[in-house]
T-cell receptor, first 114, second 116 residues
Framework: DTEVTQTPKHLVMGMTNKKSLKCEQHMGHRAMYWYKQKAKKPPELMFVYSYEKLSINESVPSRFSPECPNSSLLNLHLHALQPEDSALYLC?????????????FGEGSWLTVV | AQTVTQSQPEMSVQEAETVTLSCTYDTSESDYYLFWYKQPPSRQMILVIRQEAYKQQNATENRFSVNFQKAAKSFSLKISDSQLGDAAMYFC?????????????FGKGITLSVRP
């Protein structure tokens, strides 16, 4: 069973909608991540939060806005998305942002933009 | 930049048989970490096994083991006594140790099917 919980599991939104993806981890980890994954492709890193501060933004369009309210929660706010943004969005966490620590993934949120 | 190569897009194995998934990587670093992740149709990315480059001993986890050849930059995964639940996409991944926020670099993945 995953200890990184993502909601919702599925989301369909129009291009003018505003929605959010939520992620919670219960392992006391201090680094959290958002990845985007297209079918049959590896995940692509979007954002990294280290100790609740944004430390990496992989040049993601501003229509994706991350937020880390506390060390256990990570949100991804979505606004004015395009159909090509339809993908699986994976949240992940690790004990801290340093290299040796394993990154643990949630089950993902399937996003469809219509 | 580091790269991870999984050259075979698909493989198939008979239930109860053994299969080896290959992975090579390129890096100029001497200290780093390697991972195999499994992603079944449910889509959750699950850690299968982790190897620390400075350790000579190959990592094992039950039916899963790796053949880590540091000089050859090769990191293959062996699955013994294959089960139907092993059917999934498998990603090899690399993470170096050059400080905080080092990124996880994935290979393209390999789809493993298990024949009953």
């Amino acid at each position: 069973d995953t200890e990184v919980t993502q909601t919702p599991k599925h989301l369909v939104m129009g291009m003018t909608n505003k929605k959010s993806l939520k992620c919670e981890q219960h392992m006391g980890h201090r680094a959290m991540y958002w990845y985007k994954q297209k079918a049959k492709k590896p995940p692509e890193l979007m954002f990294v939060y280290s100790y609740e501060k944004l430390s990496i933004n992989e040049s993601v369009p501003s229509r994706f806005s991350p937020e880390c309210p506390n060390s256990s929660l990570l949100n991804l706010h979505l606004h004015a998305l395009q159909p090509e943004d339809s993908a699986l969005y994976l949240c992940a966490s690790s004990q801290d942002p340093y290299s040796g620590n394993t990154i643990y993934f949630g089950e993902g949120s399937w996003l469809t933009v219509v | 930049a580091q790269t991870v190569t999984q050259s075979q897009p698909e493989m198939s194995v008979q239930e109860a048989e053994t299969v080896t998934l290959s992975c090579t990587y390129d890096t100029s670093e001497s200290d780093y970490y390697l991972f195999w992740y499994k992603q079944p149709p449910s889509r959750q990315m699950i850690l299968v096994i982790r190897q620390e480059a400075y350790k000579q001993q190959n990592a094992t986890e039950n039916r899963f083991s790796v053949n880590f050849q540091k000089a050859a930059k090769s990191f293959s995964l062996k699955i013994s006594d294959s089960q139907l639940g092993d059917a999934a996409m498998y990603f090899c991944a690399y993470r170096d140790s050059t400080g905080a926020n080092s990124k996880l670099t994935f290979g393209k993945g390999i789809t493993l099917s298990v024949r009953p």
